[in-house]
Nanobody, 116 residues
Framework: VQLQASGGGLVQPGGSLRLSCAAS????????MGWYRQIPGKERELVAT???????DYAGSVKGRFTISRDNVKNMVFLQMNSLKPEDTATYYC???????????WGQGTLVTVSS
């Protein structure tokens, strides 16, 4: 499975960005896709995930500001990020996991910088 993420960039505090990730390869119908983020020197942390069945999971720090969505036909996952804060600055990674086999994959990171 290959994951191609896009949409990062520089935004002012309070602004919005939308991340996109396209999955290709051996995609199985029962899976979870989502986003994690990492700051240098810290562990990668969950931002938001969404299963193929529609179940969402959000980090507490982004609830109410970020929305995850999917296009299961196109095997894509999106992260709409609103009301961005400087502490949201990180490299964001797309993630895919097959819920039957447990195999997981990461996309390349996309940098989000929130700064005035």
């Amino acid at each position: 499975v290959q994951l191609q993420a896009s949409g990062g960039g520089l935004v002012q505090p309070g602004g919005s960005l939308r991340l996109s990730c396209a999955a290709s390869g051996s995609i199985f119908s029962i899976n979870v896709m989502g986003w994690y983020r990492q700051i240098p020197g810290k562990e990668r942390e969950l931002v938001a995930t969404k299963t193929s069945g529609g179940r969402n999971d959000y980090a507490g720090s982004v609830k109410g500001r970020f929305t995850i969505s999917r296009d299961n036909v196109k095997n894509m996952v999106f992260l709409q990020m609103n009301s961005l804060k400087p502490e949201d600055t990180a490299t964001y990674y797309c993630h895919y996991r097959d819920l039957v086999s447990g195999q997981a994959y990461w996309g390349q990171g996309t940098l989000v910088t929130v700064s005035s």
